[in-house]
């Protein structure tokens, strides 16, 4: 199979130096990306944003933990941060986590925070922040058939009739949702900035890994079960292609050409995992979700391991030869990945992995407190 390869420019040389990545090879994919597949995000802070904290609740369930809830916004349009923090002496870390719609509508996190996709409690007591940016306040799901005029769209974007082709769809939207996050936990003198994860599952995966690619303030990206145009190269996998994605709005115009053309698509998967070195990046996958397709979730973590090694110099993904096992950790490098055994879903056992991982591997491997 013909992967393109990351370490040559559109030019046509080789890219064999920190120097030359950060400056030409980085930017050029990421550019490619966003023209051709997600479209671009409008850029940085908007001006007038404010976040204010609605609601405070301390002792949160009976644990050492505080509930804040956020209303952000600007010009007539705000959406809503739910933030769980431990009560602690020290600055803590902090998960950004993507709520997507279905999991907005069958949980309460509020009434029960242990929930199946986020157990708050045990990630508080853990000594992580988490902060939910739930997805329909930045943009409603799909259901929407690209309206683009609904929530940010409305504040943000030109005219429905006037966009370009490679003008942001709902993922760059919800990315640029959880930059907004990051905004905000910048403002707060309780969370360790150097230390804040974007984290989803399925097309929250996606975005998470999107929204770190385009915002080196994440230092850690989590993608659960993210799959086609997440952590899976497209070329060869099972399941689900462009032409089967592109019945959503996740994707900007241009992304259309593509369904019965996936070849000439000038990236692939393993590139966008690239554009998150020298940071920390995790990959999970489950083991019946032939859709998302595991074999090639690593194949990705395999192939953008070069830029770990080559440039940086770290380790990667260290992973076994095919096939590999469920249920197993793989944390050695800077890659971290396992296969959780059954279908496509996150729970509390991903979660302690994650948690596993960053335990281990933050600030350079020196647990900060
Ligand atoms: C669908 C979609 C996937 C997506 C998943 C999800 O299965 O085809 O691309 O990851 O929904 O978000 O749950």
Request: proline share 4%; charged share 25%; glycine share 8%.
């Amino acid at each position: 199979m013909n992967y393109p390869d990351i370490l040559t420019s559109l030019s046509g040389e080789k890219i064999n130096s920190r120097f030359l990545w950060e400056n030409f090879r980085r930017g050029e994919i990421a550019g490619l990306f966003g023209d051709y597949v997600y479209g671009k995000c409008p850029a940085g802070k908007p001006d007038g944003i404010s976040f204010k904290v609605t609601k405070v609740i301390g002792g949160f369930h009976g644990h050492k933990i505080t509930y804040n809830e956020i209303t952000a916004g600007f010009s007539d349009y705000s959406f809503k941060i739910m933030g769980f923090v431990p009560e602690k002496k020290h600055k803590v870390p902090a998960f950004v986590y993507l709520m997507i719609e279905a999991q907005e509508k069958r949980s309460d996190l509020l009434e029960e925070p242990q929930s199946d996709f986020l157990p708050v409690l045990d990630i508080a007591e853990r000594g992580y922040a988490v902060f939910v940016l739930p997805s329909s306040g930045i943009y409603p799901d799909w259901e929407n058939k690209a309206d683009y005029r609904k929530g940010v769209f409305g504040v943000l974007s030109p005219d429905r009739e006037k966009r370009r082709s490679n003008d942001w769809a709902t993922i760059s939207a919800w990315a640029w949702g959880m930059s907004r996050v990051i905004d905000y936990l910048e403002t707060r003198d309780d969370i360790d900035t150097d230390n804040i994860a974007v984290a989803g599952h399925s097309r929250g995966g996606k975005t998470a890994l999107w929204c770190a690619a385009n915002d080196s303030r994440a230092s850690f990206a989590v993608s659960n079960a993210s799959g086609c145009m997440g952590a899976a190269v497209l070329r060869g996998k099972t399941g689900e292609h462009i032409k089967d994605i592109n019945i959503t709005d996740w994707f900007c115009e241009n992304f259309k050409k593509f369904n019965d053309n996936e070849e000439m698509l000038p990236v692939d998967q393993h590139m966008l995992l690239s554009l998150i070195a020298p940071r920390l990046l995790y990959v999970e996958s489950c083991s019946e979700d032939d859709w998302a397709d595991p074999l090639n979730e690593r194949l990705a973590c395999r192939l953008a391991s070069q830029v770990y090694s080559e440039i940086y110099g770290l380790k990667g993904a260290v992973l076994p030869d095919e096939p590999v096992e469920a249920d197993k950790a793989y944390h050695e490098g800077s890659i971290g990945y396992h296969m959780k055994s059954g279908k496509h879903s996150i729970t509390s056992e991903d979660w302690n992995y994650y948690m596993d991982f960053w335990d281990k591997k933050r600030n350079g491997g020196k647990k900060g407190e």
